[in-house]
């Protein structure tokens, strides 16, 4: 069945870079997905990436695909306080969104 | 240009009662669909709707239901509702998968 994980927490010194990764298993998905949410919000996209990509960059945002391993992640450059928030990857194959747990990232002074 | 707007924002019902939750989407998406998110299960897919037609449905029981209207506005219902449907409802809209779906705020249900 499909199946999106990710790892629960990561904490990183302002000024670093985040590394958020996820797992999918869902070979058939097209499009995957980066969301934040802040609390007491709704979701906000970030970036997203076609499956036959390897990679895509937008400004501090990085993401990188491994269709082999299935493995997704998102890199954000220059982490600041206010990038502190739950991130989410998703994959979609139809017309609906699978979610990860969601990555809780607390960015330290 | 208006984002996804739903409401109302936070809602606080008693068990067995039934609520109905709005969702306008972006100007010319036809596509919306509900999701359920809660401390527990997480993220999990409601269903979806374009141009008033149901196109998936996820695994929750048959009090859920949803209706997409001719404008594209959406709604959902919950019937008899359980202290377990207290939860933050998201709704989404898409132009289309390559795009992404844009999220409205969500509705916060509380079930007493």
């Known amino acids: 069945g499909e199946d999106v994980e990710q790892s629960l927490f990561l904490s990183v010194r302002e000024g670093d870079s985040s590394v958020i990764n996820c797992t999918y298993t869902?070979?058939?998905?097209?499009?995957l997905y980066w969301y934040k949410q802040e609390p007491g919000a709704g979701l906000q996209l970030l970036t997203y990436?076609?499956?036959?990509?390897d990679m895509k960059q937008d400004q501090r945002l990085t993401v990188l695909l491994n269709k082999k391993d299935k493995h997704l992640s998102l890199r954000i450059a220059d982490t600041q306080t206010g990038d502190s928030a739950i991130y989410f990857c998703?994959?979609?194959?139809?017309?609906?969104?699978?979610f990860g747990t969601g990555t809780r990232l607390q960015v330290f002074p | 240009k208006a984002g996804v707007t739903q409401t109302p924002r936070y809602l606080i019902k008693t068990r067995g009662q039934q609520v109905t939750l709005s969702c306008s989407p972006i100007?010319?998406?036809?596509?919306v669909s509900w999701y359920q998110q809660t401390p527990g299960q997480g993220l999990q897919f409601l269903f979806e709707?374009?141009?008033?037609?149901?196109?998936n449905k996820g695994n929750f029981p048959g009090r859920f239901s949803g209706r997409q209207f001719s404008n594209s506005r959406s709604e959902m219902n919950v019937s008899t509702l359980e202290l377990g449907d207290s939860a933050l409802y998201l709704c989404?809209?898409?132009?289309?998968?390559?795009?992404?779906?844009?999220f409205g705020s969500g509705t916060r249900l509380t079930v007493v």
């Open positions: 990436i076609f499956s036959n990509m």
């Open positions: 989404a809209s898409s132009l289309d998968t390559s795009y992404g779906y844009t």
């Open positions: 709707y374009f141009s008033e037609t149901q196109r």
């Open positions: 998703a994959e979609t194959n139809t017309d609906k969104l699978i």
């Open positions: 869902d070979s058939s998905s097209t499009y």
């Open positions: 100007s010319g998406h036809r596509s």
